[in-house]
């Protein structure tokens, strides 16, 4: 009789007797969580993991159930974050933090924003680069080794084959582009416009961020299919280079298989998720749907992901054996709306009861919550959410909105919340925190500041 979790069978509560079956209930790592484990020689295992356990699990693989380092924040505590997180996104979002600085200090604390810089930027013997810029989950930081495995055709086709027809049109300006970009780079796409000889094409007023210039298009093709690369950036502009002159050589190799390459990013993705279903795992670095799918199936087979039964989740989830199940997480982290914990937004409902949505892009008189809301952790649950406003010109962190969710114990959440607003201005080199006046909690929370 096998009892390796091949595909999932029949889930039943550890009670009672089962004809044919047998029934056992083990410790997961470390002994911190116990699971039933039902066998028979007609459905192979299937390990039940409750929701809050699951919730657990994913807070300990995302780096929450870590203690924050109690010195100085080193390159060796970045390097063991990104172990475990994998990803960075990028976005051109302000309004409080960049979106790749924050995940670092919601798991870190208070660190120098230059150890990021660094690690993706800059290069020395000394110091190798460490990270480099692609479209993973979105326009991520990712390690420097796994820019191969991103792009093996294992990934869903990313917008900038829409580029193509310009590419096959134009080949000329693309050679020219790559020369220009291996005389000048790293260079701006304005600069390579200027160089190219054609007028620097800005956007007019009300134009969108996509309506580019011919040159920024070409760029942005040849930066997706790997012909470019991030040399540095320039008040958070892309500057171009060739890739040769910033990833090292072993990352310049050809991509693997592409089956190969997904099945390196769904092992990837099941261990900075912790409990996940396919879509979940899939979603993780965008992955092709049969790509996933085949994935799974194969990693399953050959042990290295566990089939469990999560109770009120509908559909399969997936474990690496052995991952961690704490008995408890406590703690608080402020979260911004890129961060990998939350970014899939229907698994951070699932996970949390915790719907949230973006409200960038919705005018102001619709918003529910705020332009830029980052959700509150405290204690494994997601208990309050915070509109934030890194105000530099009067160097105060503004929060014009504070909302509590439903049934959370409010001084405290209220308190907590203060607290970490603090240790936020705090990190950005801002004097105090401005409460503002909207939300159910904003009274609360201004007294407890």
Partial sequence: MSTRPVVIGRVEQCTGPR????????????????????????APPTDVLGAPAARRAVLAAQGFAAARPSGPVT????????????????????????????????RLGRYERALVDDAAWAHSTRRPRLLVEY?????????????????????????????????????GLVDDVLAA??????????????????????????????????????????????????????????????????????ALADPPPPDEAAR??????????GVATEPDLR??????????????????????????????????????????????????????????????????????????????????????YGYYVFPFLLDGELVARVDLKADRRTGVLRVPGAFAEPEVARPRVAAELAGALHEMADWLELDGVVPGERGDLMAELAAAL
């Fill in 19 to 42: 004809p044919g079956g047998i029934r056992s209930r083990r410790k997961l790592s470390g002994g911190r969580a116990s699971i039933c484990v039902v066998t028979s020689p007609s």
């Fill in 75 to 106: 390159r060796r505590h970045l390097v063991r974050t990104l172990d475990r997180i994998r990803l960075l996104q990028l976005d051109s979002v302000n309004v409080a933090v960049r979106a790749h600085y924050m995940p670092l200090f919601s």
């Fill in 135 to 171: 479209w993973a989950h979105e326009a991520s930081l990712l390690p420097v080794h796994d820019w191969p495995l991103l792009r093996a055709e294992a990934k869903r086709a990313g917008w900038w084959r829409h580029y193509a027809a310009l590419i096959d049109s134009h080949p």
């Fill in 181 to 250: 970009v291996k005389e000048l780079g790293p260079v701006g796409a304005g600069e390579l416009e200027a160089a190219l000889g054609g007028p620097v094409q800005r956007r007019p007023p009300g134009a969108s961020w996509w309506e580019r210039s011919d040159v920024k298009r070409v760029c942005e093709y040849l930066f997706g299919v790997g012909a470019l690369t991030t040399g540095a950036r320039r008040h958070f502009q892309r500057l171009y280079d060739l890739p040769e002159r910033v990833l090292p050589p072993e």
């Fill in 264 to 273: 390196a990013l769904t092992r990837r993705a099941a261990a900075a998720l």
């Fill in 283 to 368: 979603d993780y670095y965008r992955i092709s749907s049969e790509h996933s799918q085949r994935a799974v199936a194969e990693l399953v087979e050959a042990g290295e992901l566990d089939a469990i039964t999560v109770r009120g989740w509908r559909h399969p989830a997936y474990r690496v054996p052995g991952s961690p199940v704490p008995r408890r997480i406590t703690g608080r982290a402020l979260l911004c709306p890129f961060d990998p914990l939350i970014w899939e937004r229907a698994r951070t409902e699932r996970i949390f009861g915790f719907r949230y949505r973006i409200e960038i892009y919705v005018p102001e008189p619709k918003r529910e």
